[in-house]
């Protein structure tokens, strides 16, 4: 008896990628959940700090900015995870199913541009606000920028032809395609920490010491693991993202959006934590245009 006349056609046409892809798929829901579980948790755990740090205090371009990378990302993160849970028993539609990558593409991608804002707002605050240096930050930022719009841009307009909802087999949105642009996205985000990384290290030397050490010394600590949990991230999904037989580009995606997102509102919160208990803006010569010109005055 042949599967035809056992399953209907659309599940004859499943079965081929379900065999193949199905660890996969597993892995990829896995991560997915993981990284959303760190992305409620860290919620839970810092909220006391965002209330106090953030809602309690003026507003700034770094803090909306924070708003939009802790609430954006985490709806984009609920949307895609219902799209790729098979934990849903109503019908989902097609348009949904595009609807989520494109939902993720785009909240995913202003994750990473902003991400690197806040990364040369570091660089140019940590190691004295040379103009040369914001110029040529500002360079770097550009072209990272217009790589990732057109490299994720590119890749929806591939994917979203492949993007198909399975009722019978996995209960979830698959995308059956890839697209060679895909890899663009995450190489371009790896590049630019490692210009961000050589520009620090070549401008330390000559940098001068400032009164308040203390701070410049924590933020100099968290900013280490900051950089390297960003380019550890990035350069997984580069790796997850060479062709292969195999679908591994979409593994790690959501895990390391929550990751990265954990990681750049934690560092924000700190900044602002050391800023409120240790001193001033000016202590740390933090440009105008960061905090919209006012000063932030010593908690003491």
């Known amino acids: ?51 106090r740090y953030i809602w309690r205090r003026p507003v700034t371009n770094i803090k909306v900015l924070y708003l939009f990378l802790r609430y954006g990302v985490t709806v984009a993160q609920v949307v895609y995870f219902q799209a790729i849970s098979g934990l849903t028993t109503s019908h989902i539609s097609h348009s949904f199913c595009v609807g989520s990558l494109i939902v993720l593409a785009l909240v995913g991608s202003m994750s990473l541009i902003l991400a690197n804002y806040i990364m040369i707002i570091r660089v140019y605050t940590l190691w004295d606000h040379r103009k040369w240096m914001l110029r040529t930050l500002y360079i770097g930022y550009s072209l990272s920028v217009c790589s990732t719009i057109a490299f994720v841009a590119t890749s929806i307009v591939q994917l979203a032809p492949h993007v198909v909802h399975d009722p019978f087999i996995f209960h979830m949105c698959l995308i059956t395609g890839r697209s060679p642009y895909w890899i663009g996205i995450w190489l371009s985000q790896a590049l630019f920490d490692v210009f961000l990384f050589v520009l620090t290290i070549t401008n330390a030397a000559s940098r001068p010491r400032r009164a308040n050490v203390k701070i410049i010394t924590d933020l100099r600590r968290d900013g280490l693991v900051f950089y390297l949990g960003l380019f550890v991230g990035r350069f997984l999904n580069v790796a997850l993202s060479i062709p292969t037989d195999r679908q591994y580009y979409l593994i790690a995606v959501s895990f390391v959006l929550s990751l990265s997102t954990v990681m750049v509102t934690r560092l924000v919160l700190r900044v602002e934590r050391l800023l409120v208990t240790r001193g001033s803006g000016r202590d740390l010569q933090v440009p105008n245009w960061m905090y919209n010109s006012y000063e932030l005055q010593s908690a003491d």
């Open 1 to 51: 008896m042949s599967n035809s006349s056992v399953f209907p056609p659309e599940v004859v046409a499943l079965l081929p990628l379900a065999i193949k892809e199905q660890p996969v798929i597993d892995a990829e829901r896995y991560m997915s959940a993981v990284g959303f579980s760190v992305l409620v948790y860290d919620f839970l755990l810092t909220f006391g700090d965002e209330v």
